[in-house]
């Protein structure tokens, strides 16, 4: 789940949302409607580049498909984690312990198996606040090279997203940041309400396509069927 995402809105309200120092001038991010994975993105985190010390809350870029730091590069790299085995998981569990971050995003994609073919909904906090979705990460080296990458969490659906998709990213609140950066402790549930969805065209099927539009809602035939 969760394969593409939106994040347009200026950097400077999750800076002053989650009490962070800003992107860095030297690593601009373009907004844009359709995030796709290996693209890189803004990420909150506590945790210094070099080392799994805590640092500073502030936000850089990372690349989005979870490489390790052992790993060789491959074109299969996830780019979500299952929350409820992350730290058990080789792959995941040291980034679970010790390297957590942050994903703004103003709302992620979905696709919904109809009769007519996989629909795309758009999921979005239905008080028109950024979302935070919770991510795991790696810093990965050539000797040459040097990538950060993540991978985002994942957890069952709650009433708000089920109807579309049975995962959905796990969501963290402001006041839960503290939480979840310092100490690692997710939220029991996501708290239903807090999500809203619609139907968006299919244009958000090809990551060439990017602009505004992509999020806006469409009518469908199954609205009534599916109770939106």
Known sequence: M???FALARPLKEVADTLNCEPLSDLTPFKPSWNIAPQAWVPIVTQT?????QPAPRHIRLMRWGFRPSWAQPSNREPINARSETAHEKPMFRSARLHRRGLLPAD???EWMTTPQGKTPWYHYNMKGSLSYMAVIFDRWSDGENMIESYAILTRDSNEDCQPVHHRMPVLIQPDQSDAWLGNGILPPETEVGIVDRHAVARDVNHAQH????????????FDQEYGV
């Open 107 to 109: 709302g992620w994609f």
């Open 210 to 221: 990017d602009h505004p539009g992509l999020i806006e809602p469409i009518a469908t035939l």
């Open 2 to 4: 969760c394969g593409r």
């Open 48 to 52: 210094d580049v070099e080392r799994n």
